[in-house]
């Protein structure tokens, strides 16, 4: 769901007192094409919403309402919940609770995800109980337990005649049975307790996700740190492959090895590298590629010479498990690298100046494909932003396997994502771009870019799995990228009409769907 970028724009140009003609002249537009944007009856994106942001002295984002778009995200999981799918919300519901009412949206919203998490812990403890066999027991001790006690106490209260020595055997039973029922209760307690910490009411791809969103993709610290590191191994020679290798031996002791079995890893061990601290090894396959061994080369540069930078940006992360806490030091540490090996300033100059050309920027900069288009997702300095995208990785199942969140374009949490994305038609088209224009029911249009990559294979025999990497951003911003060259992104009638997921998807016409809708019965206006 898209936010009113029209209303925005004539708020803020109504708050500084500029009049339509005027603001309309900087623009270099004709007050007439300015009403209908105003309106939101005409698009505006690319050069023009950046010209119109600078006059208006605002960020795109402002404008573009990247939070509210989340909570617009939020709020289509909510109402798509089968507990009240079937109510009968008017087509714009949604969008007009966030414009009017956001608090109360940011409520409801927070309220289902609190929800969905009770739900998944009740249905956790069911599953427990049914088929763990230590609860069992347990259950079976209290039970019996409690039986023990109650029989001693009904002889207690209907003997009468029972004499002083065998009435204290009796009272010595019940505190004995009671005794072991406190601690078989504290047991019980305890594996609930391990169950509800290892079964987080928001899973950690949730808080990941959070997280991304909450910084717009953008670490601050983490970037300074790679400026740093970079000049230090610039200051050295010049940058590549063989310059870290030298700098990790001269500097740590850590010795990279090539294709040899080496101490310290197993025999069956199915990756393409390896660190290995205690032999200071970095072990790599010997069909790891040029750009993999480049790309974690920096990564471990990083880890050793900053050790506490990761974990000075997750001191201040609001993660509730140590999964999320192991999953966003991974994912911290990628940051890192790519902003090591793509420094900020420079890769955004040569994005621009070859409109975003992922091909040629990874030959550029001797990296994969994966690894500058995790790069450009992260470009938001703000000040200095580059095109906002959304990234998506679906391996052969069609199973998605990594996301980078884009605001206002609902990806599903985990699983599978609409058939007719471009993510699933690269497959048919193995190591050639995929694009197309794409239209949701709301009526918001994205540019999807998609490309498969053959991941090498652990050793001879072996198949080798490929990968689709898809880059999604607002039709907006498309026509910055050179993937939009040749395209009309102004018929809107051409665009494949999508949605997030089967599940999600209001489109009771879709010859693709694969399974049944949440909402069948909802009043979605078809787009």
């Avoid at 803020?12 to 537009?29: E, H, T, V, Y």
């Avoid at 599953?127 to 763990?132: A, F, K």
């Avoid at 190591?431 to 991941?455: E, H, K, N, P």
């Avoid at 039709?475 to 910055?480: I, M, S």
Wanted: aromatic share 8%.
């Amino acid at each position: 769901m898209r936010a009113p970028i029209g209303f925005r724009i004539s708020n803020r140009r109504k708050s500084l007192r500029i009049s339509q003609a005027a603001l309309a002249r900087l623009a270099g537009i004709s007050p007439s094409y300015l009403n209908l944007i105003e309106n939101n009856k005409r698009d505006v994106g690319g050069s023009l919403l950046q010209r119109l942001a600078q006059h208006l002295q605002i960020g795109i984002e402002d404008l573009t309402g990247q939070a509210e778009q989340k909570l617009l995200q939020d709020l289509e999981e909510a109402y798509a919940d089968p507990m009240i799918e079937s109510l009968p919300f008017q087509p714009d519901e949604r969008r007009h609770l966030v414009a009017q009412y956001p608090a109360s949206g940011m409520a409801l919203a927070r309220l289902h995800r609190a929800y969905t998490g009770a739900v998944a812990s009740a249905d956790a403890y069911a599953d427990r109980l049914r088929s763990d066999p230590l609860l069992s027991q347990l259950l079976h001790q209290i039970l019996s337990g409690i039986t023990a006690v109650r029989s001693s106490a009904e002889i207690l209260d209907d003997v009468p005649d029972l004499d002083e020595g065998e009435r204290q055997r009796f009272v010595a039973a019940i505190s004995r049975e009671t005794r072991m029922l406190g601690e078989v209760t504290r047991t019980l307690i305890g594996q609930f307790e391990t169950s509800s910490a290892q079964r987080r009411s928001v899973s950690p791809a949730r808080e990941i996700d959070d997280l991304i969103i909450e910084q717009s993709n953008y670490f601050p610290a983490l970037e300074a740190v790679a400026v740093a590191l970079r000049h230090e191994i610039d200051g050295a020679g010049r940058f590549g492959l063989d310059l870290l290798a030298e700098m990790l031996s001269v500097r740590f002791g850590v010795r990279s090895v090539v294709g040899e079995r080496t101490a310290g890893l197993d025999a069956d061990f199915p990756g393409q590298y390896r660190y290995l601290p205690e032999h200071k090894v970095m072990w790599f396959r010997g069909s790891a590629t040029l750009a993999t061994r480049q790309f974690q080369m920096a990564r471990l540069y990083a880890q050793l010479a900053a050790p506490d930078a990761v974990d000075a940006v997750l001191d201040e992360a609001a993660l509730s498990s140590a999964t999320a806490m192991r999953q966003a030091r991974s994912a911290l540490g990628s940051y890192l690298a790519g902003a090591i090996v793509f420094p900020y300033s420079r890769f955004l100059e040569d994005a621009e100046r070859c409109a975003y050309d992922i091909d040629f920027l990874r030959q550029s900069y001797n990296a994969s494909h994966e690894q500058v288009a995790h790069r450009l997702v992260t470009l938001r300095r703000p000040g200095e932003e580059g095109l906002p995208f959304g990234f998506l990785r679906s391996d052969p199942a069609g199973r998605l396997t990594k996301h980078f969140p884009l605001p206002g374009l609902l990806l599903p949490n985990s699983g599978h994502a609409c058939p007719l994305w471009a993510i699933y038609g690269a497959f048919r088209t193995p190591d050639q771009v995929m694009r197309q224009v794409v239209r949701f029911s709301d009526g918001s249009r994205y540019l999807f870019v998609a490309r498969t990559v053959q991941r090498r294979s652990s050793a001879y025999g072996q198949p080798a799995v490929p990968s689709s990497i898809m880059l999604a951003c607002d039709v907006l911003h498309a026509d910055r990228t050179v993937y939009a060259r040749d395209l009309d992104l102004n018929r809107p009638e051409t665009d494949v009409r999508v949605g997030p997921s089967c599940r999600l998807c209001p489109r009771t016409d879709c010859s693709a769907r694969q399974e049944e809708a949440l909402a069948p019965n909802s009043t979605a206006v078809q787009a």
